[in-house]
Structures are given as C-alpha cells and as structure tokens.
C-alpha cells in the first residue's frame, strides 16, 4: 500500500502517563536532527537533538482556549510505525496568520541528550581497581547518578564489547553529568546518542571498531546513484564528498591526565601520501595492564587519517513504488555503504551513521545522514 505523507506521518504527545494523543492538522512542517558532533576529528560528542514542527489549523481552539500539549511532556513523531523522535517539549508558540486565516503552532522538542549531558549531581566519583574504573561500569555508575535525579533518561550499551580503557581516579562536587560523560568518552574514544525509543545509546570502542569491520557486500544497505530495484538499495539525491586534510592526524601524540606519561603513533602512510599533520591530546586515562594502553588510543587515531570522505548523503525517504524505505529504520552508529559512480570512476566505501535529519512536508520527505569512518 502506498505511504501518504499528508496522513501517514503521526506527531503526539503524552497528555496522561500511557496516554498518547495525536495532534490534528492541516498541514505540517517537520525537521528533526539528531546524533552526533565530531571534534577535531577524533572525539564524539553527544549532542541535543532537536525537532521543530509547525502545523497549520483553521480551528483557533488551542489559541483561544488552553492546549493540552505545553512543555516537559512526552512528544514523538511517527511514521507507518516507525519511530523518528521521541522526546520532550520544550516551547509551543501560536500565531494567527490573518493571510491564511489559520493558526499557526511551532513545536520545538529536544530528545533525552539533554537530560543525560545537563543534570547536575551533587558529587560524582571515580576510584577502585581497573575493573572498577572500566568505561562499562563508570557508565553504568554515571546513569545510575543521573537517573537518581532525574528517572526520566536511561541508557544502555548496544554491543558487548568491554572496555578499552579504565578512568583515572576522580571526585567532584557539582558537576554536569555531560562534562563526565564526554570525558569518559574521549578516553575510551566510545560514541553515546538518544535513540528513539525513549532512551539514550552507548557504544565501546571495541563495540565500534566491530561496526566499522563491516565488508562490502551488494546484499548489505546501499546508498548509491547507481540504481536497482533491491529492498536495500537507497537511491541518492546528494552527496557531500571532500578532501581535506585538516580533519585528519597521522602523527599522534597523547598524554595521560595527571601524568608524565605519554605514547605517540605515526602513519608513515598518510604522511607520505597527505602530509604531516600532528596533534596533541590528553585524556583522563589510567594506563594499566589488562585494558587498552596509551599506545593503542594513539594507533587507533592515526590509523584512521585519510582526509577523503564522504561527509553527508541525502536520500528521500519513500520508495519509486510508493512504500515507505527502510532507511528510516537506520539508526546511528548503523554501518552504510555508499556507492557513487561518474566519468568512469565508482566509489565504494563504508562509513557509519552519525547524524540524522529529516525534512518532512506534506509533499516530500527528505532524509539526511552525516557519515563518518570513526576510529
């Protein structure tokens, strides 16, 4: 059965616990972004995501009398039972456009990123053996903390590879939860994001490093300009691919907090082939035995120098044949292939999901995905 934008796309909110109800309109503007940032080419950094919606409506009810959706309630959006945001209000705006005579409502939202990264805990500690200190049981330790102020966010790992690193000792009182996090992060060089089911996501490097070890394969989720009638094809609108080789670090040299020790790694390969491009990084990171070392948090980096990437892809999201695409079931972190052939010339290469975007009109549906070759 054909999908339907105008009718099939489902904005709600949660007026009562388990309780959902569906805002009616007449029409509707919808962009969502959420995943993650990239910094200095090397750290993920959770980020808020967001979704505004506007919606036109003949009836000044919601105007005039009092909406039952208003800020802090449950809201998610929908479409043929996919889930494509789910989060919280944050502001509702109304205005009467006299030229369409219709009210007007902008709903802005932001997912569970935010409560996980601006909590502020009383105290929060670090200490005990390597095992203790592990970048799985820290985490485990920072939801616990968080959720014990606000119950409202979990998380979990998706994946089950250990840790790669163990935490320096630490302590401090009133802190952001989000400046542990990315700390945490940074060490372990893991990837964290809120996913759609009313939940935020988290992922070791090991976890990581297993995603990206995906092999090209025609049967694996492809998004090409090539076209094909294959369920797992995604056909291309657009295409960011660039070089530059500010993004990346071949000569690698990291420092552990609070310690004179330090390891470094070059890629001989890149420097040939790109140049040189050094960088220096400290990281709060207990370099013990049994866990990753100082070495392998510095191979790992230079390892991944290549400046040729594709950045971004742009794909719509109903099918030629009218059904609605798999790639709204893709979440980040997700390994995608993409494929690009001109002049001659096809590319063909992996890349993971770090940011996703939709634009939704009720005319066209537009999904947008950053890539990235993480570490």
């Known amino acids: 059965m054909p999908f339907d934008i105008k009718t099939d796309i489902s904005i709600q909110y949660e007026y009562a616990e388990d309780s959902w109800t569906e805002l009616r309109c007449d029409s509707f503007e919808v ?11 090397v750290f993920a950094r959770p980020s808020v995501g967001t979704a505004t919606v506007k919606l036109m409506k003949k009836s000044l009810a919601d105007l005039v009398g009092t909406p039952q959706y208003k800020s802090n309630m449950p809201f998610k959006i929908i479409a043929d039972g996919y889930t494509l945001f789910y989060g919280y209000i944050q502001n509702v705006s109304m205005a009467y456009v006299a030229t369409a005579k219709k009210l007007e409502i902008t709903i802005t939202a932001y997912d569970q990123t935010r409560i996980a990264l601006n909590t502020r805990l009383s105290s929060f500690s670090i200490t005990g053996t390597a095992t203790a200190k592990s970048f799985r049981t820290v985490m485990d330790n920072l939801e616990n903390a968080v959720r014990a102020v606000d119950t409202r966010v979990a998380w979990n790992q998706v994946g089950s590879g250990g840790s790669s690193t163990a935490a320096n000792d630490y302590f401090e009182v009133e802190v952001i939860s989000g400046d542990i996090l990315n700390m945490l992060l940074d060490a372990e060089l893991g990837w964290f994001w809120a996913n759609t089911s009313a939940g935020c996501t988290w992922k070791t490097r090991v976890d990581i490093n297993t995603a990206q070890g995906t092999t090209w394969s025609s049967s694996n989720p492809t998004i090409s300009n090539v076209h094909s009638s294959s369920a797992n094809h995604y056909c291309m609108d657009a295409i960011d691919y660039s070089y530059n080789s500010d993004d990346i670090t071949n000569v690698v040299k990291v420092t552990e907090t609070g310690s004179l020790a330090t ?5 001989s390969t890149s420097v040939i082939n790109y140049g040189r491009q050094a960088q220096d ?15 392998a948090w510095a191979s ?22 009218g059904t609605l695409s798999t790639i709204v079931d893709k979440d980040i972190c997700y390994p995608m292939q993409v494929e ?6 096809t590319l063909q290469e992996i890349y993971l999901i770090s940011r ?17 070759r993480g570490i």
Do not use: C, M, Y
């Not at 390891?263 to 890629?267: E, K, L």
């Open 300 to 321: 790992q980096v230079s390892a991944a120098a290549n400046p040729r990437s594709v950045k971004s892809v742009s794909v719509p999201a109903v099918r030629r044949d």
């Open 356 to 372: 996703i975007g939709h634009t939704i009109t009720s005319e066209h549906w537009e999904v947008n995905l950053g890539l990235w």
């Open 281 to 295: 990084f400290e990281v709060n990171f207990w370099n013990t035995s049994g866990l990753g070392t100082l070495g």
């Open 340 to 345: 690009f052939s001109a002049g001659g010339t």
């Open 31 to 41: 962009d969502i972004d959420r995943g993650i940032d990239i910094e200095e080419g």
């Open 263 to 267: 390891a470094t790694s070059t890629n």
